[in-house]
Structures are given as C-alpha cells and as structure tokens.
C-alpha cells in the first residue's frame, strides 16, 4: 500500500523535534550537530532569535493579503536587495524551482520584446541543478530527474561543466541566455573558477547574452560574500535566490538588471503566495543580520578555521577522504569510501552532513556555527571516518 506521505525521497530514521542554533534534537532527545542546515536553508541557525521575533511579530497582525494589493514588506525586502546587489528589481517567488521558472521566462520575455523571438534557447552545464518543476529538469538535464516525465520543455543546450571551448562553440543565433551556478551544490560543491566566470561574462557581453546566476544554494552569505559572484567582480543579469534568504520561512526571488526585466510587465508572471508580508518580514530580518557590520567577515573568518580542520582530516583519513572543495560555508569532502556510507557514520555520531553528487558529502553549516561547534564537527567526522575505516 503505498504510505500517506508520496514516497518520493529516502529519508533516514531521524525525526526532529527541535532545532536551537547549530543542534537538532531528536524525538529521544539526542543531539545532533548539524551541518546540512535544512540543504543551505536555516542559514542563520535554528530558532534564531530575531528571526523568531520577525516571525511572531507579523503573525500577529497579518499573514496574507495577496498581490492585489500594495505589500510594504514586500517592497522593503526588495528595496534591501536593490541596495545590496547588482538588480534594481525583484519578484518574489515561493522555491528555488519557480526562481527558474521566471528566470528562463524573463530570458525569453526579454528577447521576444526587443524583436528577436527565435533566441530562446539557454545553455547549461553539465552536473547542475536547477531544481524539479518542467524548466528545472529541463535546464539541468540529468537522465536522472528528466526520464518519464517527457516530452521536456526545449530550448536547453546542455555543456560539459565549465568548458568554455564548447561554450564557444555553441554560442549561435538562437542563443539568448547562459544558466550556471557560480558553485554547484548537488552537482558536488563544484566552484566555477573566477576567471572562468569573468570570461562567461566576457562571452554574453561580446554575443549579447544575457548570463543568468543561479544563487539558489551559493548565495545569502554562504561563500563569505552575500552572493557568490561577487568574488569574480562580474554581474549577472538575472539571477535566482532561494533557500538561505526566508532562514527557514518558504522564499525566494529573481533579481533582475532594468534591461533584462523590461520585457516583463503587469500581468506577465505571477504568484498568489509570492512575497506575502509573512515571508517578507523573514527575508527582511533574515538581510538584516546578513549585511550588518562584520557579519559577513566573521563568515569568512570561520570558513578559513573549517577549512583548515577538514584539511587535517583528509590527511589524517586519506581512505575516507580525497580533498576539501568549495568556498565560504559551502564546503564539501570529496570521500574514497562512499559518501553515503560517511553520511551515515555521521549519523552514528549524532553529526548531520548531506550527500551529493561526485560522491561528495556536503558541509553546509548555519553560518552563525561557533569555532566551538567547528571543533565538535571536527572531532565528530574524525569519528565516523575511524568508523568508515573499521568497516
Ligand atoms: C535547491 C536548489 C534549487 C531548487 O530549489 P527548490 O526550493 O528546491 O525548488 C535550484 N537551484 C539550486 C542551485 C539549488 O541548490
């Protein structure tokens, strides 16, 4: 018979019932250290003081009135974006997925508006993720997510990740947009190298491209930086944003250049749930914290601590371990063994990380971790490692 809940996800035998910062406490009442952070979403920890009191502050008065209406909250979460970032101008949206969803739409609505409706098509890499809804699969590509739900929304050109030669290659005049994450997170925690993005850059500004960044995973601070290709010094044109920017609360967001939106106007896209001033009282605290004074260096400070420790735990495991990849909090260990059976170790140890593609485990901690709790991480993957070995 199958269960109430859709089986569609494997889920380990943990429930949680409450989660304070870095820990997550289980039914039994263990503790667990966790380093998946809901998948790079509970970015500021759980239970976050101020944002609980975002939270509970606007339940109190209004939760929900829809885009009918003028919505301050959503215009000043979208005013701190617009200030913080490359855009001049946001739509909110609900998931990473439906980020996608605008952003190939926007692409397309772009080119069509300025009289060249046969450049739809958007290339993509190779190992990326793009999330489940039809243009997500589509863009991403992988047999994995895309077999038995075709026929797939065309328009995707699908490149090796970072080859930049048959990027060239395949730059033709139906092409409108390229797609990538400056940091791929299922894909492995694959970090596009600087000067590959100042030349992905380079190539959509010689061929009048619009580069489009998907931040979903890799930005709100989770590299060090609030969005993760500020460390290249480029821009793009549209960009997505999810998971870490509601802390927890369901939000996300396209941020968009003036140019590269003007194809979009009143009735051409829309959501019911999209920015409603529950979510944006979240986002807006969520920014708050995100860009006051040294959060962000203290982010870094903290990535170079956890580096160095999980650099010391490849050398001292080189059977579990291969090497450290990634950047900021967003850091992944590349296993010998496999990843899933670390992953599980971990659990033995009451520490949470999170598998990923290329037979990586995922490091993706809230980014307000203690160097306390990096050293309890520490000695807790040291642990299962010794596990890993003795099995
Ligand atoms: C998680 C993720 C998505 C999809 O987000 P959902 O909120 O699950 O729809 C898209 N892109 C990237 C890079 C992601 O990590």
New binding site residues.
């Given amino acids: 018979m199958i269960p109430s809940v859709l089986p569609t996800y494997s889920r380990a035998p943990l429930s949680f019932v409450k989660g304070e910062g870095s820990w997550l406490i289980e039914a039994d009442g263990r503790r667990f250290l966790d380093l998946g952070a809901g998948?790079a979403v509970n970015a500021l920890g759980h239970a976050n003081p101020a944002l609980v009191k975002a939270l509970s502050d606007q339940a109190q008065n209004l939760w929900h009135t829809s885009n009918l209406y003028q919505i301050p909250n959503q215009q000043a979460l979208a005013d701190k974006l617009v200030e913080h970032t490359f855009a001049d101008t946001v739509f909110f949206t609900n998931?990473?997925?439906?980020s996608?969803e605008l952003a190939v739409k926007m692409a397309r609505k772009y080119w069509y508006e300025k009289g060249a409706p046969d450049k739809t098509d958007i290339i993509t890499f190779e190992g990326s993720?793009?999330?489940?809804s039809s243009a997500?699969i589509a863009a991403a590509g992988s047999e994995k997510m895309t077999k038995g739900f075709g026929p797939l929304l065309p328009g995707f050109i699908h490149l090796p990740w970072g080859d930049l030669d048959a990027l060239k290659a395949a730059i033709t005049d139906t092409v409108g947009a390229i797609l990538v994450?400056p940091v791929q997170?299922?894909g492995g925690i694959r970090p596009m190298d600087d000067s590959d993005l100042k030349a992905l850059r380079a190539l959509c500004d010689d061929h009048d491209l619009l580069l489009i960044l998907?931040e979903?995973?890799c930005g709100m601070g989770r590299t060090g930086r609030l969005f993760a290709h500020e460390w290249a010094g480029i821009t793009p044109d549209i960009m997505?944003v999810?998971?870490g920017i509601g802390g927890g609360f369901p939000l996300?967001a396209v941020l968009a250049t003036e140019k590269a939106a003007s194809g979009m106007s009143a009735g051409s896209h829309g959501s019911t749930y999209g920015g409603n001033p529950l979510g944006c009282a979240v986002g807006s605290a969520v920014m708050d914290e995100m860009t006051a004074e040294g959060f962000l260096d203290e982010v870094n400070r903290k990535a170079g601590l956890m580096r160095q420790k999980l650099e010391g735990l490849v050398d001292a495991h080189p059977e579990v371990f291969e090497e450290v990849r990634g950047a900021g909090l967003m850091l992944g260990l590349k296993c010998k063994a496999v990843n899933a059976d670390v992953v599980k170790a971990g659990y033995d140890n009451m520490l949470l990380t999170v598998p990923a593609a290329d037979n990586v485990i995922r490091l993706l901690p809230p980014l307000t971790i203690s160097d306390e709790e990096i050293g309890e991480a520490t000695t807790r993957l040291d642990a299962a490692a010794k596990a890993v070995e003795n099995t």
Avoid: L
Avoid at 95 to 98: F, K, L, N, R
Avoid at 129 to 132: N, T
């Fill in positions: 998948i998931s990473g997925t439906e996608c993720f793009h999330g489940r997500g994450e997170g299922e998907d979903v995973q997505m999810a998971k996300g």
